[in-house]
């Protein structure tokens, strides 16, 4: 057995880890399996049809970025179908959904590249408990129960293979813990456990996604799929407060964002980090960053999930996965659902199709190592596109900077600034925060930079804030596992630790 920290969303992604974990399998491994099982019990969160970005660093060698983003496909533009939908998510949001939404995939490329540079246990064991989850069904889990009942009829009941995966009797979303079910995913498993990535990108599954596409009015080709690569890249490197921060560098910009947000919060003239001029002065760091930020930066998807994994040995993993909002359309027979990157707006800063072939779409994901000389080693990550950066920035700085463990750094309350309402940007606050920013409590010289915001305040802790997966080797040895309670989350130590 592998004595492993594992944090994650749902307990069969857990279960899944935990197994591989059990079968000696080390930090790539045990991810690699999490992440194709939480394609299943993690779905519409993050999908075969949708992208990934993984960091690993193996003990005493250097930490590299394995690049899955979705890349803009080669399809005749006049013949998209492309469809406007308005969720009530966040402070509301308008994307572009259907066939012509649909970007080429990268996740099962950056995983298969990931097990084939480290993994140790052959592939199809890693790939055998999504298998047997997709065999029997499985329930669904709170997170993608929260989202079907926002997204379910307006996006997935459109085309009758969504209907037949996510609503019950073809007509309402399935809820929390009722049964899933996906014609034809144990099948598709079974190809992607003989062939790896290789049935995606050029094979069987690579044909019927194709012909789909073509169908429809999607603009995925087969050419597409086959040229596909997962590209191997170097970490933008951050110190801070002793640690080494490896981040996920260009041409995704969490990373970057991440940084540079940082360092905006450094460059505080608040002698006192807490109270109405520290949170002003976060908010103002995170209204720059906006500005940083090139094109539109609208409310981002609830569909992305992280995966952190830590080992005795050193060896860590953080994985962000995605399907953006999901483009509500599945590939027949296969049980896979399409991502709608070419639909979100926050990927495609230029409009809709305006990035050329063969262009990797932008991210804001960020999987994050750290590592101190005195022994502490981290991987972690979050869900929640623009408030990644947001949520993972508070969350360093409390551990980091204030010094709280790491535990009460993930549950302190969070805000964010989401520059682009009108007319004037809006503060967002989670519990606890607000009575900082009431009036009384402002000094004077303050009030016209607080008026400068319309402020809403969250009656409780919000999934729009993000949910932080993280996993910890203390200096002392030990391993601790984290999840956000957010949205949810599973934890496990294996082989003893606390």
Known sequence: MTRAAIAVDAPLTRDAAVAIAEAGGNAVD???????????SETL????????????????????????ADVVPSGDPGKADVWEISLPYGDGI???????????????????????????????????PALDLARRGWPVGVTT????????????????????????????????????????MASTLELVARE????????????????????????????????????VRRPLRHRSSGFQLALNPAPARGG??????????????????????WLLHQAR?????????????????ASTTQISVLTARGDRVSLTLSSGYGAGITIPGTGIACNNSLGEPELNPGGYLAASPGTRLPSNMAPTLASHGDGRLLAFGSPGASRITTALAQVWWRYAKEGL??????????????????????????????????SDAVPPELKAELEAFELRCFDAPDMYFGGVKLVAQLADGSLLALADPRRGGSTAVTGGGI
């Open 256 to 277: 970057a964002a991440l940084d540079r947000l940082l360092a905006l919060m450094e460059c505080s003239p608040v002698e006192r980090r807490r109270g109405a001029p």
């Open 94 to 128: 308008t994307l572009r959904a259907g066939p012509g939404s649909v970007a080429v995939p990268g996740l099962l490329a950056c995983l298969h590249l990931a097990w084939r540079r480290h993994g140790s246990l052959p592939w199809r064991e890693l790939v055998q």
């Open 285 to 301: 760091a995170q209204l720059e960053l906006a500005r940083w930020r090139e094109g539109p930066r609208r409310t981002a998807p």
């Open 145 to 184: 129960a929260r989202w079907l009942a926002i997204a379910g009829e307006p996006l997935l009941a459109r085309q009758q293979a969504s209907r037949d995966c996510f609503l019950a009797a073809g007509r309402r979303p399935l809820r929390e813990g009722e049964r899933l079910r996906f014609p034809g």
């Open 30 to 40: 045990i991810t690699v399996a999490a992440a194709l099982t939480a394609t299943l």
């Open 196 to 231: 790896g990535a290789a049935a995606l990108y050029g094979g069987d599954l690579g044909a019927v996604w194709a012909e789909t596409m073509a169908a429809c009015g999607g603009l995925v080709t087969l050419a597409d799929l086959a040229r596909y690569r997962a590209v």
């Open 405 to 438: 463990d790491l535990e009460a750094a993930i549950t302190a309350p969070r805000l964010h600034v989401n520059a682009e309402t009108s007319p004037r940007p809006r503060l967002l606050l989670e519990p606890g925060l607000e009575p900082e920013l009431e």
């Open 45 to 68: 969160m993050c999908s075969l049809g949708g992208s990934g970005f993984l960091m690993v660093q193996r003990a005493a060698q250097p930490p590299e970025l394995i690049d899955g």
